[in-house]
């Protein structure tokens, strides 16, 4: 056989729940509008000489009627990557389409996502599969992990804006996840009863968006921040970030992801202008994204223009390295 094969998956933010998801309560995620897409072709001298994407390329192949040593892969994405915002999960979840274009194999939505969770770990050990639940559902989705886990896909009562921050700080998944988990053994009463209210945060922000109460859902953000700085998870740039946002007026911030480092999340509300002009004027890349609006599942088979960001290696254990066009 020869040929190739294009798929494509968006970028993600975590609304509220990360962290306490791995210890078993909910969280609620949304893709965002910036997208990473793989080509894969058959070719006689194969190009994927990084060993973790190579590890990733066979896992994604696994049982599939192709030999994943003959492939070469162009990567493309507009997603920042290893910043929280899923650009793991969306490769993971592009190689899987791009191999079922390939091959013709029709993967039913459930086995592309198990797939890939399974191709994610490659990138970071064994995540909770939040991630690729989210990139693979295009749009809010409520998540529980478990086997299988609880995916359901929310409905903003209004589509809502929020602006996305990044710190530039250099971060890992695995790293807060870990000290998280050691803290947690250490003191299991006192962190069990944080992530019970992590949890309760998460089920008062659904109410929230189905709601379309906008305000409450900013005050679950703020608390939900508290905790994870609890938690141990932020850092002192990620906190002056969240001092930004809220003094420009956003109805809540929080960080967003493993932290450390990354990105954050703020609820911009009418001041989502006004947000993202003060993370320019203190030099921090900033942009919006819109969630529960329609046009984002519309892009899922969208291409990249050239001008995208281009994709090389994984650089960590989180993800995929980053080399702009020159
Ligand atoms: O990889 P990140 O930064 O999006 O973090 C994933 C969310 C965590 O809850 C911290 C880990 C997990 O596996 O759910």
Same mark, same amino acid.
């Given at each position: 056989?020869?040929?190739?094969?294009?798929?494509?998956?968006?970028g993600?933010?975590?609304?509220?729940?990360?962290h306490?998801?791995?210890?078993?309560?909910?969280?609620?995620?949304?893709t965002?509008?910036?997208r990473?897409?793989?080509?894969?072709?058959?070719s006689?001298?194969?190009?994927?000489? #990084?060993a973790?994407?190579?590890? +990733?390329l066979?896992?994604?192949?696994? %049982?599939?009627?192709?030999?994943?040593?003959?492939?070469?892969?162009?990567?493309?994405?507009?997603?920042?990557?290893?910043?929280?915002?899923?650009?793991?999960?969306?490769?993971s979840?592009?190689?899987?389409?791009?191999?079922?274009?390939?091959?013709? +194999?029709?993967?039913s939505?459930?086995?592309? !996502?198990? &797939?890939?969770?399974?191709?994610?770990?490659?990138f970071?050990?064994?995540?909770?599969?939040? #991630?690729?639940?989210?990139?693979?559902?295009d749009?809010?989705?409520?998540?529980?992990?478990?086997?299988?886990?609880?995916?359901?896909?929310? &409905?903003?009562?209004?589509?809502f804006?929020?602006?996305?921050?990044?710190?530039?700080?250099? &971060?890992?998944?695995?790293g807060?996840?870990?000290?998280?988990?050691? !803290?947690?053994?250490? !003191?299991?009463?006192?962190?069990d009863?944080?992530?019970?209210?992590?949890?309760?945060?998460?089920?008062? %922000? !659904?109410?929230?968006?189905?709601?379309?109460?906008?305000?409450?859902?900013?005050?679950?953000?703020?608390?939900?921040?508290? @905790?994870?700085?609890?938690?141990?998870?932020?850092?002192?740039?990620l906190?002056r970030?969240?001092?930004?946002?809220? %003094?420009?007026?956003?109805?809540?911030?929080? @960080?967003?992801? +493993?932290?450390?480092?990354? +990105?954050?999340?703020?609820?911009?509300?009418?001041?989502?202008?006004?947000?993202?002009?003060?993370?320019?004027?203190?030099g921090?890349?900033?942009?919006?994204? &819109?969630?529960?609006?329609?046009?984002?599942? @519309?892009r899922?088979?969208?291409?990249?223009?050239?001008?995208?960001?281009?994709?090389?290696?994984?650089?960590?254990?989180?993800?995929?390295?980053v080399?702009?066009?020159r």
């Amino acid at each position: 056989m020869t040929g190739s094969g294009v798929g494509s998956a968006p970028g993600k933010v975590i609304l509220l729940g990360e962290h306490s998801v791995v210890f078993g309560q909910p969280a609620i995620a949304a893709t965002i509008a910036r997208r990473l897409e793989v080509r894969l072709a058959e070719s006689a001298a194969s190009a994927v000489g #990084d060993a973790k994407l190579r590890a +990733a390329l066979e896992a994604a192949a696994d %049982g599939l009627p192709v030999d994943a040593s003959s492939l070469s892969i162009e990567i493309r994405s507009d997603v920042p990557p290893a910043c929280g915002l899923g650009s793991s999960a969306a490769l993971s979840l592009a190689l899987v389409r791009a191999l079922g274009s390939l091959t013709g +194999a029709s993967l039913s939505k459930q086995e592309e !996502r198990s &797939r890939a969770s399974r191709v994610e770990d490659v990138f970071h050990g064994t995540a909770s599969g939040l #991630d690729v639940a989210a990139s693979a559902a295009d749009g809010v989705i409520w998540f529980e992990r478990g086997a299988p886990p609880t995916i359901q896909a929310l &409905r903003p009562r209004e589509p809502f804006d929020l602006v996305i921050a990044l710190s530039s700080e250099p &971060r890992s998944t695995a790293g807060p996840v870990g000290r998280l988990r050691e !803290r947690q053994k250490r !003191r299991p009463e006192l962190f069990d009863r944080m992530f019970g209210l992590a949890g309760d945060i998460v089920r008062a %922000g !659904r109410e929230a968006i189905e709601s379309g109460d906008l305000e409450s859902l900013g005050a679950s953000m703020d608390c939900a921040h508290g @905790l994870l700085n609890g938690f141990g998870v932020s850092t002192p740039t990620l906190e002056r970030m969240i001092a930004i946002a809220r %003094g420009a007026g956003a109805l809540g911030a929080k @960080l967003s992801g +493993a932290g450390g480092g990354g +990105a954050i999340v703020a609820l911009g509300g009418e001041r989502t202008s006004a947000v993202i002009a003060a993370f320019d004027a203190a030099g921090f890349e900033a942009f919006p994204t &819109r969630v529960g609006a329609v046009d984002l599942a @519309l892009r899922q088979n969208v291409s990249l223009s050239d001008e995208g960001v281009r994709y090389e290696a994984p650089a960590s254990s989180r993800g995929p390295a980053v080399e702009r066009p020159r």
